[in-house]
């Protein structure tokens, strides 16, 4: 029989945020919706623990505002995720990834969790959005349809609105037992993408001065390929005995 699918537990990732309000409303918005995973990763503020107690707009989601989980990076952030599906306009950006329009993404996110994967949604500052250096963590980019005049959005205001297409698209799925593979979550992901580099470095595969836009690459490319867990498993084998063959 077709159930709800719970979007609890879809987890809400805010990038470098630097007004303690916006996240309060961020919050808040999650409240609404019965979300209540929320990350903050590197926030301007250095005083987090301060600033919690200053964050006055989280009516009715302060819970959920304190048991807010603090990370210094973002692929701390997204580690444990299948599917990192990062926010923005096209007004100013050429994406590497592929896009989906703000309607679509409902049926992306029920399959997902209905096979047991877990999503991040996640936003980037206020003032400039998230970087190219952060979305390459991403395997989708979903368009927030802004007009081109006034292209960015409040950040609170940005959480709301994704959510609320969620929630409002969201249908009965109907969820059997899955044959189809785990996928590899983002932290295999980097891991994978790591030791490819400790390859291409043992092996002289290009100069010191490419080897972080070949990083970028690695990780589009990786998340391209969108590998189960087994096979990123199977694959890291495999390339760590090569590199044992080349450092020995």
């Known amino acids: 029989m077709p159930i709800e699918i719970n979007l609890n537990s879809l987890e809400v990732i805010l990038v470098s945020p630097r007004n303690p309000l916006n996240i309060g ?13 929320l990350t ?40 444990d995720c299948t599917l990192v599906i990062g926010t923005g306009t096209l007004t100013y ?14 049926p992306i996110v029920q399959r997902e969790l209905a096979h047991g994967g877990r999503i991040a949604l996640v936003f980037g500052p206020e003032k400039h959005g998230l970087t190219s250096e952060d979305l390459s963590y991403s ?9 081109p005049a006034q292209p960015s959005m409040n950040l609170g205001q940005a959480v709301a ?31 994978l993408a790591s ?26 490319l990786l998340r391209r390929l969108t590998l189960s867990d087994k096979d990123a498993r199977r694959t890291l084998g495999l390339l760590r005995r090569v590199l044992y063959t080349l450092r020995h």
Request: contains cysteine; proline residues 8%; charged residues 20%.
């Open 93 to 106: 950006r050429k994406p590497e990834q592929p896009v989906v329009a703000l309607p679509d993404l409902a």
């Open 161 to 191: 609105v994704c959510l609320y297409e969620l929630a409002g698209r969201a249908r009965p799925y109907a969820a059997h037992a899955s044959t189809s593979p785990q996928p590899a979550t983002a932290g295999r992901e980097e891991l």
């Open 195 to 220: 030791l490819v580099e400790e390859l291409m470095i043992a092996s002289e595969y290009s100069p010191a001065g490419m080897r972080q836009a070949n990083r970028h690459d690695l990780r589009l």
């Open 139 to 147: 395997h989708i980019l979903v368009e927030i349809p802004t007009q």
């Open 40 to 79: 903050v990763v590197a926030p301007w503020e250095p005083r987090w623990p301060e600033m919690l107690s200053e964050i006055k707009s989280a009516v009715g989601a302060e819970g959920l505002v304190q048991n807010a989980k603090r990370t210094d990076t973002l692929v701390e952030a997204v580690a």
């Open 25 to 37: 409303a961020a919050a808040r918005a999650m409240a609404n919706f019965g979300l209540s995973l």
